[in-house]
């Protein structure tokens, strides 16, 4: 009997027959099955440590200048890393124990809409660097910036909550994917939550940067906005910015078409497209010419080098205005 679920949380939805122990599932073909492990396993790997230095660099380099949603975008997808990797070394033969598999099935549901939501949020903290840009505004509310803040870890926390305990409630509904990958749970209402909220946020991320950041905000104001970016004094957000945080925001959109093109397919194709999303975060916002600078030339510090510069998703530092970097 087929059950259905999104076994990825955000991103999949996988046909096929749980069993207790799925180790019969990966005996057919373990040699195909072994490399697709590898290469998943290395991917999330490759992510965490690229993640992880850009987190790092940005933290430790007083020149580095960066938002409190950059900060948790970031740390959104170490732990996101961390939850895929827990498997690693149950990933085949016996299965985990069930109160080990019940938590990581919780953390993959409740990684994806929480991401998202920082990606959202990412985007929502360019809005207002540009419109600072456009029309010199101070600092946004406290009150806005703090529910700006609060969203993906609100998000993570109910997800995760909600999706352990079903899985307590449900134990015979949790078990590791026949891929071998990660522990999920055969049921449609943990991973429709998860994938629902992704897609609100995606569709939210596109009608905001269609309709508000590229054409009202930039196209209306072209000009005016190359004009800023050209004074000095100005508090200015670089074309760079809008063009990086574009591109990564319709990754997670690209991941969940492919969910549905592979939903009933057994192949972990798929899995090993969705692993590629951390190391993506990690290479889009580790080659900002700031956090670069300081991985190369960390030799030959100087004035200059330690001065907040006007760096891809960064906002130029004034007296008057918002002194966080995006």
Same mark, same amino acid.
């Given at each position: 009997?087929?059950g259905?679920?999104?076994?990825?949380?955000?991103?999949?939805?996988?046909?096929?027959?749980?069993?207790?122990?799925?180790?019969?599932?990966?005996?057919?073909?373990?040699?195909?099955?072994?490399?697709?492990?590898?290469?998943?396993?290395?991917?999330?790997?490759?992510?965490?440590?690229?993640?992880?230095?850009?987190?790092?660099?940005a933290?430790?380099?007083p020149?580095?200048r #960066?938002?409190?949603?950059?900060?948790?975008?970031?740390?959104?997808?170490?732990?996101?890393?961390?939850?895929y990797?827990?498997?690693?070394?149950?990933?085949?033969?016996p299965p985990?124990?069930?109160?080990?598999?019940t938590v990581?099935?919780?953390?993959?549901?409740?990684?994806?809409p929480?991401?998202?939501?920082?990606?959202?949020?990412?985007?929502? #903290?360019?809005?207002l660097?540009?419109?600072?840009?456009?029309?010199? #505004?101070?600092?946004?509310?406290r009150?806005?910036?703090?529910?700006?803040?609060a969203?993906?870890p609100?998000?993570?926390?109910?997800?995760?909550?909600?999706?352990?305990?079903?899985?307590i409630?449900?134990?015979?509904l949790?078990?590791?994917?026949?891929?071998?990958m990660y522990?999920?749970?055969?049921?449609?209402?943990?991973?429709?939550?998860?994938?629902?909220?992704?897609?609100?946020f995606?569709?939210?991320?596109?009608?905001f940067?269609?309709?508000?950041?590229?054409?009202?905000?930039?196209?209306?104001?072209?000009a005016?906005? /190359?004009?800023l970016? #050209?004074?000095a004094?100005?508090?200015?957000?670089?074309?760079?910015?809008v063009?990086r945080?574009s591109?990564?925001?319709?990754?997670?959109?690209l991941?969940?078409?492919?969910?549905? /093109?592979?939903?009933?397919?057994?192949?972990s194709?798929?899995?090993?497209?969705?692993?590629?999303?951390?190391?993506?975060?990690?290479?889009?916002?580790?080659?900002q /010419?700031?956090?670069?600078?300081?991985?190369?030339?960390?030799?030959?510090?100087?004035?200059?080098?330690?001065?907040?510069?006007r760096?891809?998703?960064?906002?130029?530092?004034?007296?008057?205005?918002?002194t966080?970097a995006?």
């Amino acid at each position: 009997m087929s059950g259905l679920s999104t076994s990825n949380g955000l991103f999949s939805l996988t046909s096929g027959e749980h069993s207790g122990d799925s180790a019969s599932a990966l005996q057919p073909g373990a040699s195909q099955n072994d490399i697709l492990l590898w290469t998943y396993n290395t991917l999330q790997i490759f992510g965490l440590i690229t993640v992880a230095m850009v987190l790092s660099t940005a933290a430790l380099s007083p020149g580095v200048r #960066r938002s409190t949603i950059w900060y948790i975008f970031m740390s959104g997808w170490i732990v996101w890393c961390i939850s895929y990797l827990l498997l690693v070394g149950h990933q085949t033969g016996p299965p985990p124990a069930h109160a080990f598999c019940t938590v990581q099935a919780a953390l993959i549901y409740a990684g994806p809409p929480s991401n998202a939501c920082a990606t959202l949020g990412i985007l929502l #903290r360019l809005y207002l660097a540009v419109n600072a840009t456009l029309k010199s #505004r101070t600092k946004p509310l406290r009150w806005k910036v703090m529910v700006l803040n609060a969203g993906s870890p609100v998000t993570w926390v109910m997800v995760f909550t909600g999706s352990l305990v079903y899985g307590i409630v449900n134990p015979d509904l949790v078990h590791r994917d026949p891929s071998g990958m990660y522990c999920n749970i055969s049921s449609i209402v943990p991973s429709g939550v998860s994938a629902s909220l992704v897609a609100l946020f995606c569709v939210i991320m596109i009608i905001f940067e269609g309709s508000i950041i590229t054409f009202t905000l930039l196209y209306q104001n072209w000009a005016a906005f /190359r004009r800023l970016q #050209r004074t000095a004094s100005s508090d200015a957000a670089s074309v760079a910015m809008v063009v990086r945080v574009s591109i990564f925001s319709v990754l997670p959109m690209l991941a969940l078409a492919l969910s549905i /093109r592979f939903a009933f397919s057994h192949s972990s194709g798929w899995n090993i497209a969705v692993a590629i999303l951390p190391g993506a975060a990690g290479l889009i916002f580790g080659t900002q /010419r700031d956090i670069f600078t300081k991985w190369f030339f960390c030799r030959t510090k100087s004035k200059k080098d330690d001065k907040p510069n006007r760096s891809d998703l960064a906002v130029i530092v004034t007296k008057q205005m918002d002194t966080s970097a995006v």
